[in-house]
């Protein structure tokens, strides 16, 4: 298996010209691709429609030349990395890899830092033999009421994902 495979590759432009049947479809034959016997239930489809939900209305913020430039940076939906592990979302600049991690859950834990801490640790390693970008995580807490916490590792609630990809990326990210 090619350590790039992914579920679903898109820019963000492609991400929000999509409706939600689509992206869903897009996400279950990504998964058939990536496994003999796909093993997603119930649970990992809501897990998508609250990531495509809280993607769409997040890039739906930005306006005019913001956006164009938003547009065109590319995501990857599931990237497969070492040990069979799965960020939900890896978006991808010319100077900066942000991995999203969302959790349908109001309250921190411990073990969500510690998995994306792993997530951008692999990426680290990935972007040292290539382009050489940082690498920076953002749990969202996506029935967490408004918040967003600013460190090593960004936590925010999913109406706070546009101020934390503002902060890491700025308004104008160059596309990779």
């Given at each position: 298996?090619?350590?790039?495979?992914?579920?679903?590759s898109?820019?963000i432009?492609?991400?929000?010209?999509?409706?939600?049947?689509?992206?869903?479809?897009?996400?279950?034959?990504?998964?058939?691709r990536?496994q003999?016997?796909?093993?997603?239930?119930?649970?990992?489809?809501?897990?998508w429609?609250?990531?495509?939900?809280?993607?769409?209305?997040?890039?739906?913020?930005f306006?005019?030349?913001?956006?164009?430039?938003?547009?065109?940076?590319?995501m990857?939906?599931?990237?497969?990395?070492?040990?069979?592990?799965?960020?939900?979302?890896?978006?991808?600049?010319?100077?900066?890899?942000?991995?999203?991690?969302?959790?349908?859950?109001?309250?921190?834990?411990?073990g969500?830092?510690?998995q994306?801490?792993?997530?951008?640790?692999?990426?680290?390693?990935?972007?040292?033999?290539g382009?050489?970008?940082?690498?920076?995580?953002?749990?969202?807490?996506?029935?967490?009421?408004?918040?967003?916490?600013?460190?090593?590792?960004?936590k925010?609630?999913a109406?706070?994902?546009?101020?934390?990809?503002?902060?890491?990326?700025?308004?104008?990210?160059?596309?990779?």
């Amino acid at each position: 298996m090619n350590k790039n495979e992914c579920y679903l590759s898109a820019t963000i432009g492609e991400l929000l010209d999509m409706d939600r049947g689509s992206f869903m479809r897009a996400m279950r034959a990504g998964e058939a691709r990536q496994q003999q016997h796909p093993t997603s239930g119930t649970s990992q489809f809501k897990s998508w429609r609250d990531c495509f939900k809280v993607l769409k209305n997040t890039f739906g913020k930005f306006k005019g030349p913001e956006l164009a430039r938003w547009r065109e940076l590319k995501m990857e939906f599931e990237r497969i990395l070492p040990y069979g592990r799965r960020p939900d979302v890896i978006i991808y600049s010319k100077r900066l890899v942000v991995v999203l991690e969302f959790k349908r859950m109001s309250n921190e834990f411990e073990g969500f830092l510690k998995q994306i801490r792993s997530y951008v640790k692999s990426l680290r390693a990935s972007e040292a033999e290539g382009m050489k970008r940082k690498v920076k995580g953002v749990i969202i807490y996506t029935e967490m009421e408004s918040a967003h916490d600013i460190g090593r590792i960004q936590k925010c609630s999913a109406d706070k994902l546009h101020e934390a990809l503002l902060h890491l990326l700025g308004g104008f990210p160059e596309k990779a």
